[in-house]
Every structure is written in structure tokens, then in C-alpha cells.
């Protein structure tokens, strides 16, 4: 089935949109480029229900990449260890606020464990009633009950809270890893007993693995009514993600599942971990030609926008200009012409044959045991093909061959500590336990390594 096909036959399907994360792939920009400029409208913002009939507004804001002093985001693959920047924080909580976002997602993971704290210091400079909190259980090393408890109380010192608005079970996938994580230490049900005394007011998770694992959790909705789930959707996703990673699930069989279980969906990575923000030139000129004045992240948006079971979509903002973009966009989000969802449907299969590696930059990875910037060297390779830099001998003129040679290997040094980069990885295969794009990382290092390689022979 198309999209315009499914979405046809979606019960109230309306002109509400819905935000999308919008990345910085370079930790160390300073400043964020490639969004629309122009009126920022304030008291537009558009809202979705909850199952209690909560207001959620359909822009959610990210705490996973917040900035840092001195620039860069402070996020787990930065290896800029410096403070976060509060202050800016807090002007970007404050302007989102103001302009009616009132979803704010962190984790004890995020930011090398530092995004509970400042979000909890920005957020209580505000009225309780005017956000909501989601954060998670992100006990991927160490499930224990005791340790699995300590951090879910960690979770309310850290953000000043007597309650918690949110609460995710945190991205389960492999065979065998929710029972493992949440059902046989006794926590689900003791977040259960939470969620009936209040502290938790809707309990929910998120997804990242194979489809029996999630099709199995999804059948335990009877027994645990579960108030929300978070899944990975975007436009190349719907119908690609398994044919880019085999082990993923097409976005189109989440949602068709969630919305038959009338389940409120949250959304990450809908920009691909800002790559859709970033396309390559030839696709991103074809969105350019028909809407010059919109950013390429607000069409991931208005896609999303089309499905009405979204409550909301988390944009993992590091600077102010990507808040008030995603505000533009959102308030609110104008739908799709038919033309306009055509279009996309044919970029998001040219993007799904286009030799990238899937790394949405989500860190989990990280960090590496033998200090390797994973993320780092996969989002330099991925803009290296987009650009048009990576190409063999014969492939071109020999005259482009050595420039494109030359930007490699001189951007390489300089995105990418030496070593930090991917000679250095031995293969421990430590990494594949926690990629939720299940990237065979290894190998796709060995092959970064032996094309790197043969730029250096072809100097001598």
C-alpha cells in the first residue's frame, strides 16, 4: 500500500502537523545553518490528545543535544567535555514555551548524563502546568532491580519533579530484551504500582528492533494499557528502513499496529538524525524549486503532520534557530497536496538506494571502549557522499579525483581526531549491542579504513 493510498483511509485524518527532530551533525558548529527565516507566529500552535485528554503540542522538544559553552552540544558522541550552557538552554526552553511547546524529553543517558539536570532547572522556572516531563529507564548496561531503581529516582531529583508526566521503558529491540530489562527484574510492574499512586502518569515506551519484539509488546497492550509508544518514522522510513538495515521494521507497520491498538504515538528520528535536513544537492533542489522559502526539515514535518494517531514528534534542538523554525512550522503545520506527498515518495526511494550508512547519531554507542567517534566519522563519510567527495580513480576526471581526494583526506583529520578514527577500531564488536539501527559498525569501519587507505597510496 502507497502512502496516499493508507493515509486516504485514515479515520480523521487532518491538517494538524507535527514537529521532527531536527540534528547538528557537527558538534562543533557554532551556530546552526539551513533554516527558513521570517515571522516566527506566536499562539498558533497545534495540540493532540493524549488518552486522558491531556493538550500535547505536536512540537516536542529534545533534550539529547543541548549546547554547550564554547560551542558544540554536549551530546554523548562530542568529545567536548565542557559544561552545558544553561543560560542558552534556558532561552531556548523559555522562547519554546512562550510559543506553546509544552512536551520536553530527556534521559538519564542524554547529554553523558547531564540533560536531566538542566532540563529540570529550566523547565521549573515555569508554572508546573505548563509542561509536561517524558523521560526513561535507560538501564541498557545494567538491568538490575537496584540499579534499574536508582535511577528512576535519581530521575526525579534530578528534575525537581513529584511526578513525572512521561515515562518510557527505553528503546528495547533485540529478541528476548524487554522480559530481560523491564518483566524479570519486577520493574513494569512495579511502575505499574507508580503509575496507579500518580508519580507516573502515563507509562509507555520506545522501540528499536526487530518486529517480533515489538509485535509481541504491542499484544500486551490488554494487559498494561499502555498510554503512549515511541517509534522511529519519517518519510524515507515508512517503506525503506528495512530494505537500508534488514533488521529494521518499516515505520508503515508501527504505526498501522499502534493506531489499530489506538495507542498515542510519539516519533523520533523523523529527520533521520538531521539528514533530511541536510539532503544532497540534487534532492534537496528539487524541494527547493517548488517551496524556496521553507526549510527542508518543515516537508519531514508536514509529512508527519498526515497522520492523525501522532501526538507528537520529538526535534532534538541544539540552537535557538532550530526552536524557531520547527515553531514556524508547526503553527500550524499546512498538510500536503497530493503533488507534494508524490514528490516525497520519490525522493525517499532515490535517498533509500543512496550508499549512506543509517546512523541516525542517537550515541548509544558511544562511548566507544578503544575511543573511537563513531557517530563522528559516519556522519563525515555520509556528508562526504552527499557532497560528492568520495569517488575512485576512473570514476572522474583525474583532475576531480585529486581534489576530492585532497577535501577527504584533509576533512577527515579535521572533523576527526587521528585517534579517534577508524583505523583504530579492533573489531570488539561491543558497539553492535547497543545500535538501535543495528549498523554492522565493524565492518562498515574496515571499509572507511581501506578507502582512506587507498587515497594515501594513490599520493605516492
Request: with cysteine; charged share 25%.
Amino acid at each position: 500500500m502507497d502512502r496516499r493510498t493508507f493515509l486516504k483511509g485514515l479515520a480523521g485524518a487532518s491538517a494538524i502537523g507535527v514537529a521532527a527532530a531536527v540534528g547538528c551533525d557537527n558538534p562543533n558548529s557554532k551556530k546552526a545553518e539551513g533554516f527558513a527565516a521570517g515571522e516566527v507566529p506566536a499562539g498558533k500552535m497545534t495540540y493532540r490528545p493524549n488518552t486522558h485528554g491531556q493538550q500535547v503540542s505536536l512540537l516536542g522538544f529534545g533534550m539529547m543535544r543541548l549546547p554547550a559553552e564554547g560551542g558544540g552540544t554536549g551530546s554523548n558522541r562530542d568529545k567536548n567535555d565542557a559544561p552545558l550552557d544553561q543560560e542558552q538552554i534556558n532561552r531556548m526552553v523559555d522562547y519554546a514555551i512562550e510559543h506553546g511547546v509544552n512536551y520536553f524529553d530527556t534521559s538519564p543517558v542524554y547529554c553523558k548524563g547531564r540533560s536531566e539536570t538542566v532540563t529540570g532547572i529550566a523547565l521549573n522556572r515555569h508554572p508546573r502546568e505548563k509542561w509536561l516531563v517524558a523521560t526513561k529507564l535507560s538501564n541498557f548496561r545494567t538491568w538490575t532491580r537496584e540499579a534499574s531503581l536508582k535511577m528512576y529516582h535519581e530521575s526525579f531529583e534530578k528534575l525537581q519533579v513529584e511526578y513525572i508526566d512521561y515515562y518510557l521503558l527505553h528503546s528495547f529491540g533485540a529478541p528476548g530484551d524487554f522480559n530481560k530489562r523491564f518483566v524479570e527484574n519486577g520493574m513494569l510492574d512495579f511502575l505499574m504500582e507508580e503509575r496507579e499512586k500518580g508519580r507516573i502518569r502515563n507509562l509507555g515506551w520506545s522501540f528499536h528492533g526487530v518486529q517480533e519484539e515489538f509485535d509481541m509488546v504491542v499484544g500486551l497492550h490488554e494487559k498494561y494499557h499502555w498510554d503512549f509508544a515511541q517509534i522511529q518514522m519519517n518519510y524515507v522510513d515508512w517503506l525503506y528502513a528495512h530494505e537500508i538495515e534488514e533488521e529494521n521494521v518499516n515505520a508503515q507497520h508501527l504505526y498501522t499496529e499502534l493506531d489499530k491498538k489506538e495507542i498515542p504515538i510519539v516519533i523520533m528520528e523523523p529527520l533521520l538524525g538531521g539528514r533530511l535536513a541536510t539532503l544532497n544537492e540534487p534532492l534537496a533542489r528539487r524541494l527547493k524549486e517548488r517551496e524556496p522559502d521553507r526549510s527542508l526539515a518543515s516537508w519531514a514535518f508536514r509529512y508527519l503532520g498526515m497522520f492523525p494517531r501522532i501526538m507528537t514528534s520529538l526535534s532534538g534542538m541544539s540552537f535557538i534557530e532550530h526552536v524557531e523554525d520547527n515553531v514556524r512550522t508547526h503553527s500550524p503545520v499546512e498538510p500536503l497536496a497530493d503533488d507534494e506527498m508524490q514528490l516525497l515518495e520519490r525522493i525517499a526511494d532515490e535517498y533509500a538506494h543512496f550508499p549512506v550508512i543509517p546512523c541516525t547519531t542517537c550515541q548509544y554507542c558511544m562511548p566507544c571502549p578503544y575511543g573511537l567517534n563513531i557517530p563522528g566519522i559516519f556522519a563525515f563519510y555520509n556528508k562526504c557522499l552527499g557532497d560528492g567527495i568520495i569517488m575512485t580513480e576512473g570514476t572522474a576526471e583525474q583532475r576531480e579525483f585529486r581534489k576530492a581526494r585532497r577535501d577527504f583526506l584533509t576533512g577527515y583529520d579535521k572533523s576527526i581526531e587521528r585517534l579517534r578514527q577508524a583505523d583504530h577500531c579492533i573489531g570488539c564488536g561491543e558497539c553492535l549491542k547497543h545500535c538501535p539501527q543495528h549498523i554492522a559498525i565493524p565492518d562498515k569501519m574496515r571499509m572507511i579504513e581501506d578507502y582512506t587507505n587507498k587515497l594515501k597510496d594513490s599520493l605516492v
